[in-house]
Nanobody, 117 residues
Framework: VQLQASGGGLVQAGGSLRLSCAAS????????MAWFRQAPGEEREFVAV???????MYGDSVKGRFTISRDNVKNTVYLEMNSLTPEDTAVYYC????????????WGQGTEVTVSS
């Protein structure tokens, strides 16, 4: 599975961004897709996951502000980010797995999000 993330950039606090992750190489509709992020000097943090059945879960720090979605025609997963704060500044990575749980073996290259105060 190849993953290509895009959509990062510089945004002011309170603003919004939408990240995209295009997948290829395997039947996208059967993949469970997720977003993680890693801020400078911090460990990687789980952001959100969406199953092939469209069920979703979110990390506590983004609940109510971020929305994960998928388009099985475009083979793309999205992360809509609203009410951004400087604490959301990080490199965002998309990831994929075939199983419903466990490690994510497939990772994109990351897209950088910077939120200015």
């Amino acid at each position: 599975v190849q993953l290509q993330a895009s959509g990062g950039g510089l945004v002011q606090a309170g603003g919004s961004l939408r990240l995209s992750c295009a997948a290829s190489g395997r039947t996208f509709s059967r993949l469970n897709m997720a977003w993680f992020r890693q801020a400078p000097g911090e460990e990687r943090e789980f952001v959100a996951v969406i199953s092939w059945g469209f069920g979703s879960m979110y990390g506590d720090s983004v609940k109510g502000r971020f929305t994960i979605s998928r388009d099985n025609v475009k083979n793309t997963v999205y992360l809509e980010m609203n009410s951004l704060t400087p604490e959301d500044t990080a490199v965002y990575y998309c990831a994929a797995r075939s199983s419903i749980s466990g490690e994510f073996p497939y990772w994109g290259q990351g897209t950088e999000v910077t939120v200015s105060s």
